[in-house]
Nanobody, 123 residues
Framework: VQLVESGGGLVQPGGSLRLSCAAS????????IGWFRQAPGKEREGLSC????????YYADSVKGRFTISRDNAKNTGYLQMNSLKPEDTAVYYC?????????????????WGQGTQVTVSS
């Protein structure tokens, strides 16, 4: 059972990145997918969640309107499209799975976690 994030990197302010979260050893269809980030010296922040049932999406205020979460069950993969990136978006980004998005920003409600991918926004 594994979640693997990819797509991180260095980007200039105002740029875009698309993160992927590939699952292996289990089927993502039955799980909500959440995205978190953690910057040095800061707590892990819940950013977004997409439900398994009807694809409902949820966003933290800090990323609403700039980030878009999606999933492709056929590819067993979740995504986080990040636009209009700011230096304060710099962090390690994680994907995780949960039974639903009711408490999407609470990391304790998630079971499987990826290893994280670094996103650095800098000129």
């Amino acid at each position: 059972v594994q979640l693997v994030e990819s797509g991180g990197g260095l980007v200039q302010p105002g740029g875009s990145l698309r993160l992927s979260c590939a699952a292996s050893g289990f089927t993502l269809d039955y799980y909500a997918i959440g995205w978190f980030r953690q910057a040095p010296g800061k707590e892990r922040e819940g950013l977004s969640c997409i439900s398994s049932s009807d694809g409902s999406t949820y966003y933290a205020d800090s990323v609403k309107g700039r980030f878009t979460i999606s999933r492709d069950n056929a590819k067993n993969t979740g995504y986080l499209q990040m636009n209009s990136l700011k230096p304060e978006d710099t962090a390690v980004y994680y994907c995780a799975t949960s039974s639903d998005c009711f408490y999407y920003s609470d990391y304790r409600t998630y079971g499987y976690w990826g290893q994280g991918t670094q996103v650095t926004v800098s000129s």
